[in-house]
């Protein structure tokens, strides 16, 4: 089914459509509600609480051609991790990794791509919440600093130091296991 038809399906609340939708997107959406979960369990929550919103707000949403639905879906579990965090309190819980220093030495290429992607994922699931939220709104959302201190109610410097702090913290990772692994 196509993308127009199936949002205006669910719009109508068709459940054959729901199913589908879920059947459709729910794995690419799983894995963003794990970039931002601490674990398995939370982030299988998030996207059920996700789903529900979605079912619940079809009305808000806007057809703008091929790709504005999984656009849509995708902002729509972003911003419920995102809610979630801020609930719970995680994003002001400060957490000092030691041993980072100010400069760091970015990690190649190829050495990256040496590493299966699930270990990525696992090294980037590690990082604090503060420093996780940063790095994903940043590097996979693509967001500004100054629009994620507006989403996270920090300012622009804490965002940007979060953000080194995650880089820095991921390439030590990278490099340790390039050099014990590979």
Known sequence: MEEFELSELCRQGNNRARKE????????????????AKDREVAKDLLHDGFLKIFHS?????????????????RVMVNEALQFLRKNDVLSI????ENIGEGYEDPTESEVELIPQHVLMRFISELPEGYRTVFNLYMFEEKSHKEI???LDINEKSSSSQLHRAKATLAKRIKEYTKNNI
């Not at 879920?22 to 959406?29: M, N």
């Not at 079809?58 to 995708?74: C, M, Q, V, Y």
């Not at 400060?94 to 990794?97: C, P």
């Open 94 to 97: 400060a957490t000092e990794i």
């Open 149 to 151: 201190a507006t989403l």
């Open 58 to 74: 079809f009305d808000k949403f806007t057809w703008r051609g091929d790709g504005s639905l999984r656009a849509w879906l995708e």
């Open 21 to 36: 939708l879920y059947e459709q997107y729910s794995g690419r959406l799983f894995g963003i509600c794990l970039r931002y």
